[in-house]
């Protein structure tokens, strides 16, 4: 089974719609796809009619944003039920400020560059929920800089004269939402160091102790040397382990379907949850 477990639509920082993602999965031979926009459920019905047409395995879930003592933290949320639950209200919180904070950004770089707000609505679109990824394109579109890549190297990193901080909740916290709403929660890219401080050992065991349900460990941005020791993690807490490609269309370079999740994997991670089904797995 060809199972990819983490990807974005235009619903958030991707470049697709969920059926153009749906449709590329089924195309380059997915059995089963996992939609995780940032911080929100909105591309889930459109997603969910496609891998019918399709025949295509799909689980449901988002990319909740989070923060450990000053350090980003992504916790991947799977088969939740969003109604009503605690964590649809902090996402909903999350997005409200997004938008607040990006607008501070860009109005601090448009004191140096030619960019306006309306600009990074254009391309971002009225339903998606707004971040920096938006704000590099409208830069990358303006000829400030030529990608992506060189907008979030020289003026949009955590470190940069252009930088408002986002204030979001902890995983700690998080892993509990996501448990009370019947989901499971997954530590995305958690040796990620090129997108800046990693969680030390002493966070992870913390946000393991919490009840979390499983490490990323097959990702691009974590590099190999380290994923033995995420492997190791994972047997000593009895963790479950995926492999997924965080694809989001042109916005980046992953590819889809470059890391898989394994079959036995993903039976345990849809067996810890009670609170979305998920479609087209036997």
Known sequence: MRADLH????????????TELVAEASSVGLDVLGLTDHDTTAGWS????AAAHHGIGLLRGMEVSCRWEGISVHILCYLHDPVGAEITAAIDQARDD????????????????????????????????????????ALVRSGVVADRTEAFGRLLSGSGPYYVALPVISPVEAIGMIHDAGGAAVFAHPLASARGRVVPDAGLREIIAAGLDG?????????????????????QHGLLTTGSSDYHGAGKPNRLGENMTARDQLAALVARTSGTEPIGLA
């Open 7 to 18: 990807t974005h639509t235009r619903f958030s920082d991707g470049t697709q719609s969920p």
């Open 215 to 235: 490490l990323e460990i097959e990702h691009r941005d974590n590099p190999p040397e380290g994923r033995a020791r995420l492997r190791a993690l994972a047997d």
């Open 98 to 137: 997004r938008i607040v904070r990006s607008r501070l950004m860009v109005d601090r770089l448009a004191q140096d560059f030619a960019i306006t707000w309306e600009d990074v609505l254009e391309l971002a679109g009225a339903d998606a929920t707004i971040g920096r990824p938006h704000i590099a394109d």
């Open 46 to 49: 459109e997603a969910a009619h």
